[in-house]
């Protein structure tokens, strides 16, 4: 995994994270976890790794930086993975349903410059939504 750069001032720690500017449709692996991944070009399938015992705990996080309403972002876990959480929102919550290779999206007419998730696989098949802002949605 990538470290991260953390520095101490005034009695709190500032973490730095490598930033990605993801400009096409990829596979992220195990050695990828830890980054930012920033996405302003529509309609991009980004694919996450498979979840395996010696990576549990890795996190990855991933930012809508295209214009408002005009930005796709679909993340796709491995075929035997799948993706569970929430997004609280104020019209209606963001709910990932866990079911087995289903994809995670920033729908495009409601998505926002900013939007982002993170996710952390803490089980054996299991990535969980560990934050976020804007609407997600589990492909059906």
Do not use: C, H
Request: net charge negative.
């Amino acid at each position: 995994m990538p470290t991260t750069t953390s520095y101490t001032s005034n009695d709190y720690v500032q973490v730095r994270k490598p930033q990605v500017t993801v400009t096409a449709t990829q596979t992220l692996t195990e050695a990828d976890a830890g980054k930012d991944y920033n996405v302003a070009t529509d309609a991009l399938v980004i694919t996450l790794p498979a979840i395996e015992a010696d990576n549990i705990g890795m996190e990855f996080t991933f930012r809508n930086t295209g214009a408002d309403g005009a930005n796709i972002i679909t993340l796709s876990p491995n075929s035997a993975d799948g993706i569970n959480g929430s997004i609280p929102n104020a019209a209606a919550d963001s709910v990932a349903s866990g079911v087995v290779n289903k994809d995670l999206v920033n729908t495009k007419a409601t998505a926002n410059k900013g939007d982002y998730v993170t996710l952390r696989a803490v089980a054996l098949t299991a990535w969980y939504i560990v934050d976020g802002v804007g609407i997600w949605a589990s492909e059906a």
